[in-house]
């Protein structure tokens, strides 16, 4: 599997917006089927949103109506479009490929990028 890097995480005020990105790390590599993970601090990684080669997504409950995971195959990226964000969204996010309609992750795990909603 191409190593997927994430970015675009930042501080944010709660009900504000962040935009993440993942990208393949080589230019001439695609990807198929992406999940986006989180792990806040003390707990495990969970399931944010996936996203189909083709385009079909799926949504953790917790984060349904307020994010949105799409994809650009001519840039080999996938976004996460984060609204309405809380303090409970505070955590690392990572991408990584997944096998088709499901959660389980193929590749190894890069650095992540931190999330944190606070006032």
């Known amino acids: 599997q191409v190593p997927l890097v994430e970015s675009g995480g930042g501080l944010v005020q709660p009900g504000g917006s962040l935009r993440l990105s993942c990208a393949a790390s080589?230019?001439?590599?695609?990807?198929?089927?992406v999940g986006w993970f989180r792990q806040a601090p003390g707990k495990g990684r969970e399931p944010v949103a996936r996203?189909?080669?083709?385009?079909?997504?799926m949504y953790a409950d917790s984060v349904k109506g307020r994010f949105t995971i799409s994809r650009d195959n001519g840039k080999n990226t996938v976004y996460l479009e984060m609204n309405s964000l809380k303090p409970e969204d505070t955590a690392v996010y990572y991408c990584n490929t997944v096998l088709r309609a499901t959660w389980l992750p193929l590749g190894s795990w890069g650095q992540g990028t931190q999330v944190t909603v606070s006032s």
């Open positions: 080589r230019s001439s590599s695609s990807i198929n089927a």
């Open positions: 996203i189909s080669s083709g385009g079909s997504t």
